[in-house]
């Protein structure tokens, strides 16, 4: 069988002419017999990186979710342990510190924290001082991509500021607002324009059925059964954002008195299906994930929690044991959501691995222990096996935010970035 390029799309036209285009996920087609390259001719032969920047808002509880133990024999602590069956695959990095998060500027530290771990920038009074780390990352390896990145957002509730509603800053003052409704991106992704679409009255995969046909013959049985099962997922996500309730189409704008109540775990299944189809099928190799919002207001049904907003849990009573068990269990459902998406990278095969080996994740908040709003020993995750990171360890160092953004910047996605505001030096602990 001829190779076939990465980039391959399925595509069709609605009935009002407008371009579906279905990307395929990666296939044994694409890469050489080893699967360590790419085949098609004239392609770069190196197995693309990405890279994934999620944030959670309002910090952590800090002795709930940072383990005691360095290196290898780090234990899973309550916050942390939904990732416990992917140890081999996360490395926890403690001790950050975040020193443009302390400059003197307008606004609660929350708006200074926000700007600081995004661009290492102190906040300007609109917004954050700089291009956020996903951006920069993105000029240099998203230019070939349809999409030189996305921004996902899931949780809508939080203060009213560009600063706290935005992660993604295409420079200083500019933000890149996450599409927070499946539908919407959803129909981004696949080419969707038409009313019957969007009210998904039939499906995608109606229109795309004759090109599927004439792929699947060029490839072998193995990446053909491939194709049927990906096909089948876009179709199984599809049915499942048309069976949201209506009130899901829209953005939250002014929530009712008792806040907005919605199953934001559903919606985030969702969003994160929506970035790993993205991905899978080279329509971008750069996503920010905002699970919840800088100085979020989300209440949280699903785990009994909506006597007060996330925010509020983070202060009021918050030195009490329940109060402390509160925010555990709200920052374990944060590391919940992303440890799903982490399982959907590596459970996606891609040449000799998966996708997982490909890509670097990375989990930030803008705050360490919340009450305190501490921007010191912040404490993140770095997931995947981009470049040859380290994983399975917890370690604790002295080195910036600009340090470790950096190193894996530079060393693990090779954007040769060189530098960032509060840089220092390369962390050799993490790669």
Not at 57 to 76: A, D, K, L, M, S
Not at 214 to 221: A, L, T
Not at 258 to 278: C, T
Not at 360 to 367: K, P, T
Request: charged residues 20%; glycine residues 10%.
């Amino acid at each position: 069988m001829a190779p076939l390029s990465r980039r391959t799309f399925l595509r069709g036209a609605g009935l009002a002419g407008s371009a579906i285009r279905i990307g395929l996920p990666p296939l044994a087609a694409m890469f050489n017999p080893s699967g360590t390259a790419y085949a098609a001719p004239g392609a770069s032969k190196d197995i693309e990186s990405r890279f994934v920047f999620w944030f959670n808002g309002n910090g952590i509880p800090e002795r709930y979710w940072i383990p005691r133990v360095t290196g290898e024999q780090f234990e899973f602590t309550p916050c942390l342990s939904p990732l416990a069956a992917f140890r081999n695959d996360i490395h926890i990095i403690t001790g950050l510190d975040s020193p443009a998060a302390r400059l003197p500027g307008p606004g609660n530290s929350h708006y200074p924290s926000m700007s600081a771990l995004l661009t290492g920038m102190p906040y300007t009074g609109r917004g954050a001082g700089g291009a956020s780390l996903d951006q920069l990352i993105a000029r240099v390896v998203g230019e070939k991509s349809r999409f030189r990145s996305l921004q996902v957002g899931v949780s809508q509730e939080s203060f009213g500021e560009s600063i706290q509603r935005n992660m993604s800053w295409a420079d200083r003052d500019r933000p890149l607002p996450p599409e927070m409704l499946p539908h919407q991106l959803f129909d981004r992704l696949f080419g969707v324009k038409e009313a019957s679409w969007v009210k998904r009255q039939s499906s995608i995969l109606d229109t795309v059925q004759e090109d599927a046909r004439k792929v699947k013959s060029q490839v072998g049985p193995s990446d053909q059964a491939k194709i049927e099962e990906y096909l089948s997922s876009v179709r199984d996500l599809e049915r499942s954002i048309a069976s949201l309730p209506p009130e899901y189409r829209q953005v939250v704008e002014r929530p009712q008195e008792g806040g907005d109540l919605r199953d934001w775990p559903r919606i985030a299944k969702l969003q994160s299906d929506l970035v790993v189809h993205a991905l899978a099928s080279g329509q971008t190799r750069v996503a920010s994930y905002m699970l919840t919002k800088c100085q979020g207001l989300t209440r949280f049904p699903w785990l009994g929690h909506t006597a007060q907003r996330h925010h509020e849990y983070t202060h009021n009573g918050v030195e009490t044991p329940r109060g402390m068990r509160i925010l555990r269990d709200i920052c374990r459902w944060h590391v919940e959501e992303f440890a799903y998406l982490v399982g959907k990278l590596k459970s996606t095969p891609e040449g000799a691995g998966n996708m997982l080996d490909n890509t670097c994740l990375l989990y930030v908040h803008e705050h360490a222990e919340a009450n305190a709003h501490k921007n010191n020993n912040l404490a993140v995750i770095a997931a995947g096996h981009a470049g040859g990171m380290k994983t399975g360890l917890h370690t604790r160092t002295t080195g910036t935010l600009g340090d470790l953004y950096v190193t894996l910047a530079d060393e693990a996605l090779g954007t040769r970035l060189g530098t960032f505001p509060t840089f220092e030096r390369k962390l050799t602990e993490i790669i």
